[in-house]
């Protein structure tokens, strides 16, 4: 496994991959690797020839109040975690080298970054467009792998790369949790033990909100998680909304196929989750 500092020398040997006819797959991630990550690079290394993942806490992501300065970065931690999973590439460049001083370009998808977690992290999906187009552009990669966990950035990114034709094809992958059902996020800990406990709510909600859906109306669906979610202590809810699985619109009964996405405070950490859900035909 090679560690690579720099975005051009990352870039040629993306490229020497390319001529030499290998298919890459790239796993963008902040660090602090958890198994959500690891399933990750697992799947590319199945069907990829070279598995790059990248490393960076992406500055232009977080908002000024934000968690940047805390967020966990435990390196060495997670470069054992890459080299035990037979990555062939960590990409790990400094802030500056991907924004330099001079740096004017942003990636905006319009409308989707402006609803969900965007409405509360206003530059948020931006930063994170804007980052993953230059690492498309560092790594040319054939696949990226992208977490549902993180549903609104999922289908951001895929727009994007539609809409900018990439040539990479963005491949989601499920959402790893706990046996408690908590989703694992390296924001997780953050939390204290009780605040860990309290948060398996969310996820517990979230699944009987999937049985409700079966038969129920969907304002029925939502009202019902809000009460639930209304009633964990030490916490805020920044959105419980149902949204249109394929553009993030928000949901009628009649839309088939919806993801209920919610963020939720605990204490001090903000928590996101989704489930997937489906309208049995009659
Ligand atoms: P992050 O390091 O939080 O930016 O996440 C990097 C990638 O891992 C993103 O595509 C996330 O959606 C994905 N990811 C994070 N947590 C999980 C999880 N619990 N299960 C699956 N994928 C995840």
């Given amino acids: 496994m090679k560690v690579i500092k720099n975005a051009l ?11 030499d006819g290998d298919e890459i797959g790239l796993v963008p991630t902040m660090g602090a690797l958890h198994e959500g ?9 199945k069907n990829d020839d070279i598995t790059i993942v990248s490393i960076f806490v992406n500055p232009i992501q977080f908002g000024v109040n934000e968690d940047y300065l805390k967020y966990p970065r435990p ?3 997670d470069l054992d ?6 990555v062939d590439y960590v990409f790990m460049p400094s802030v500056d080298d991907m924004f330099s001083q001079e740096h004017r370009t942003f990636v905006e998808v319009q409308k989707m970054q402006d609803i969900l977690c965007g409405l509360f992290r206003p530059a948020h999906f931006e930063g994170v467009a804007t980052v993953v187009s230059k690492l498309f552009n560092i790594s040319y990669p054939d696949r990226a792998y992208f977490g549902i966990k993180d549903f609104q950035q999922l289908k951001i990114l895929e727009r994007m790369a539609r809409d900018l034709n990439f040539r990479t094809k963005i491949i989601p992958c499920p959402t790893v949790r706990e046996r408690s059902g908590l989703a694992l996020s390296s924001r997780n800990s953050y939390l204290s033990e009780e605040e860990k406990n309290i948060s398996l709510k969310i996820s517990k909600t979230l699944k009987e909100a999937v049985h409700e859906f ?60 989704n489930v997937i859900m489906t309208k049995r035909s009659k």
């Fill in 9 to 19: 020398q990352m870039q040629k040997i993306a490229l020497k991959h390319l001529r």
């Fill in 37 to 45: 990550h690891i399933s990750l690079l697992s799947k590319s290394e």
């Fill in 75 to 77: 390196i060495k931690k």
């Fill in 81 to 86: 975690i890459c080299r035990k999973n037979h």
């Fill in 214 to 273: 079966r038969n129920k109306d969907l304002n029925f669906v939502k009202r019902n998680v809000l009460n639930k979610l209304r009633k964990i202590p030490n916490s805020r809810i920044d959105y419980a909304e149902i949204v249109n699985f394929s553009n993030l619109s928000i949901a009628d009964n009649n839309t088939k196929r919806v993801v209920f996405a919610v963020a939720v405070w605990i204490g001090k950490t903000r928590l996101i989750d």
